[in-house]
């Protein structure tokens, strides 16, 4: 568990168990859940960790780099200053290795000695296919910075403000995607949690005019990572929507039936890893959209 992300994501639980047996279970988590991914033919690249840094989050890699179709990178800043770490360039070099060609390198993290933070596709949900780009606004996603990263990298932006009750307060979600996922011809959306009714209305008319099915989850769904999930192409560009089992089983038959209307669902168990990380299966995957040399 990350002791400085706690602060704002809700979602973290700290459980009574030592480190050592806590890390082993992520680690089988993690490797069960790549074999999955593997076995329905999507291109996995595993990265290990650098066991030196103090990284107890870089199990999400999404939140500091997104890949883009025209060869960019963009480099996000970080909210706790223990993920700054995560950041590695020998990721972009192993990249280079496994045939991907990156053009250009967007840094914005000269943001974090202001204080303005943008963490990656964890703040941005990107429709790359209709160049807009959804993002609730919480102390990890600045409204002037987002703006800028859409102009930068021809977004139309879709701003709004998404909550969750805690201790009987209405309380900013760290994360645009926990509570929304975007895939090909539908989302998964917590409306709920846009508490403005003409933002919500805002954002159910982008979807909807972008011919996208709206599949609505509750709050407590949310919370057990129903809109954590992505949506990936496998064997034969098949498409797959990842989750975990837990976001897997809060789903309702008539939800079930509407994501199988459009692709097949593939869930494993992450239990440990949203239990102490507080992200799930969505957040554990930066996909790489980079040109092939």
Known sequence: ??????????????IDVKNAEINAKAQEEFDAFVAKLRQVGINVIVEQDDVLADTPDSIFPNNWVSFHENGDVAIYPMFAENRRKERREEIFIRLENEGFKIENIIDYTSAEDEGIFLEGTGSLLLDRANGKAYCALSPRAD???????????????????????????????????????????????????????????????????????????????????????????????????????????????????????????????????????????????????????
């Open 143 to 293: 409204e002037e910075l987002f703006i800028e990263f859409c102009e930068d990298f021809d977004y139309f932006p879709v701003v709004f403000t998404a909550n969750q009750t805690v201790d009987g307060k209405r309380l900013p979600i760290y994360h645009t995607n926990v509570m929304m996922c975007l895939a090909e011809n539908f989302a998964v959306i917590c409306l709920d949690t846009i508490d403005d009714k003409k933002e919500r209305k805002n954002v159910i008319q982008h979807l909807k005019s972008d011919g996208k099915e709206i599949i609505e989850i509750t709050e407590s769904q949310m919370h057990q990572f129903a809109g954590n999930m992505l949506q990936l192409k496998g064997a034969n560009n098949t498409p797959y929507l990842i989750m975990s089992k837990a976001a897997h089983d809060s789903l309702t038959a008539s939800q079930i039936s509407k994501i199988e209307k459009h692709c097949e669902i593939i869930s494993s168990s992450l239990e440990t890893i949203e239990t102490c990380g507080g992200g799930s299966a969505r957040c554990m995957m930066a996909e790489v959209f980079l040109p092939k040399n």
């Open 1 to 14: 568990m990350n002791e400085q992300t706690a602060v704002n994501n809700y979602f973290q639980e700290t």
